[in-house]
């Protein structure tokens, strides 16, 4: 499947803004803190910002209001539907908190949910799609709220250092969980990847399969076509793997060394604001490892049509 | 509404395809783009038209598959393997993921007659319909930013101002070798029902679950070349040149010396 930019940027960026979400939602940072008002806002903006460039790949982005319409099948309308939903105790909230220096319990627990429901429904649109093996599992939506889990609980970790550091010691036991958790999904979903065997071949596309083995002789034209460039993206498995390699170690192997750092560093030599670097350093690492991913999620998918075009 | 119509008529329109006679002539593909460039809804647009890297949105193509039997030859017209042209349009599913999947509701499956449309007006390019379709029926037109498809020629076979003939879908009546048959599917006593059941009628891709409306005719089995040849002493009437007169007689002469 083709990687489209503004979709790898919009799944990743508003991934990790839904995951922050969550945690500010049931009350880890301190709503009197600097901190806590700028985890708010940064929160806000990685989601709105994933949301402006989702419209990016719409052709005719004017009309994008109707995509809230068919909530009843279609799991896109749905995330839109969640997207809005979510915005309004989450900004609730973050007017409460930027303002106030409170916020209402109720209010976080609700942004919460939504901001599950909306990293969900965004999963389902890939995994509900019977015609791409890769996405097609119960894995992928899990994949993908375990990333915005542990996106959510590096950026929670950063702002609470940032500030008096009171959950700090929790949230980087809880950030190595995390990493834990979204690595041994992550492997387990490549791992059946490459064991699959395609659902469609050539054979039952043509319905020709009794006939002997089938082969595309000639595509229906030498050029391109809307099919060939969205879905025949091809890489090669050569650099697909170097690629993994390269995601290993920025989403997880860098992160744990760094979040290990400030657990050393609390526990030996007692709280100092200083750690938020090291923790500013693992979001860095995380969230190209995380491009890496969402690039290759695409990259390697290979889609049912492709056996009409050979691919 | 993009959820599918639940306890819609019987009426399943569509199209039964012949692998056996269409001969790749490309004819329907070239007649379709013709008639709905200038019928429903935006034109079919195309991208650098008289350039290099011409592309651009097709409701219907030809592909064109080898087929080579187990242990069999591939030795040009006198291998085993066999070619078979192959076109391919929408399919009208009746579990139509492309439908369910859309989140404007421009994409929907009409109850009474099965037709899957796109309500342009609706569309907001999104292209997640495409991606939901297994058979490549779903092409964006870049122009336009909507998603077009096989409209089954909906304006053409409720024209009441045309001939009775000229009801079908464009594909269907241009098609020179008569490979394409159109009719009610959910009739088992309408035509194409009938040359379903006698041809052994099958689905694409049974396995994605689509269920799809048009059915594909197999090629009849064949012998090869080699096999044909081995057959000459006991040559078919028709092949035979004896009681030739004439001219004939005289050429079926030369022909022989050669
Ligand atoms: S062939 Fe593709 S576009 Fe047509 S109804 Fe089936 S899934 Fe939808
Ligand atoms: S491209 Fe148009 S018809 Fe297709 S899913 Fe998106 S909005 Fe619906």
Known sequence: MHPAYSVIFFTVVSGMGYGLAFFLGIGLLDPATMAAKAAYLSALGMIGAGLISSTFHLKNPHRAWRAFSQWRSSWLSREGVMAILTFIPLTTNAALCVLFDIQSLPLGIAGTVGAAITVYSTAMIYASLRTVDAWHTRLTPACYLAFAALGGTLWTLFFDLLSTGSNALQLSLLSGAAIAGALALKLQWRARVHLQVPNSTPETATGLGHIG??????????????????????????????????????????????????????????????????????????????????????????HAVMNYYGG | MTSLPQGSSSRKLGLVIDLDTCVGCHACVVSCKEWNTGGYGSALSDQDPYGADVSGAWLNRVHTFEVIPEGGEVIGEAGEARIVHFPKSCLHCEDAPCVTVCPTGASYKRAED?????????????????????????????????????????????????????????????????????????????????????????????????????????????????????????????????????????????????
Request: charged residues 25%; aromatic residues 10%; proline residues 5%.
């Open chain 1, 213 to 302: 083995a089938v082969r595309l002789l000639e595509r229906p034209h030498v050029n391109d076509n809307y099919l060939t460039r969205e879905m025949g993206f091809r890489i090669a498995r050569k650099h697909a793997a170097k690629l993994f390699r390269l995601h290993l170690i920025m989403a997880y192997l860098l992160p744990i060394i760094m979040v290990t750092l400030v657990l050393v560093g609390l526990t030996f030599a007692g709280f100092s604001a200083w750690y938020a670097v090291s923790a500013g350093l693992s979001l860095v690492f995380h969230t190209i490892g995380m491009f890496v991913e969402r690039w290759l999620f695409f990259a390697e998918a290979r």
């Open chain 2, 114 to 258: 099965g037709i899957v449309l796109v309500d342009e007006d609706k569309c907001i390019g999104c292209g997640l319909c495409a991606w939901a379709c297994a058979y490549g029926a779903r092409e964006m037109d870049l122009a336009a930013g909507v998603m077009k498809k096989c409209t089954l020629c909906v304006d053409r076979i409720y024209n009441d101002t045309f001939e009775e003939v000229d009801r079908v879908p464009a594909c269907v009546r241009t098609c020179p070798a008569n490979a394409r048959h159109f009719g009610d599917l959910g009739d088992p006593h309408s035509d194409v029902s009938k040359l379903v059941a006698e041809r052994g009628g099958f689905d694409l891709m049974p396995e994605q679950g689509n269920r799809p409306v048009n059915k594909y005719l197999p090629p009849r089995p064949r012998t090869a070349l080699a096999g044909a040849a081995a057959l000459k002493p006991g040559q078919p009437e028709e092949e035979s040149t004896e009681g030739a007169t004439g001219f004939l007689r005289w050429l079926d002469v030369a022909l022989d010396r050669i």
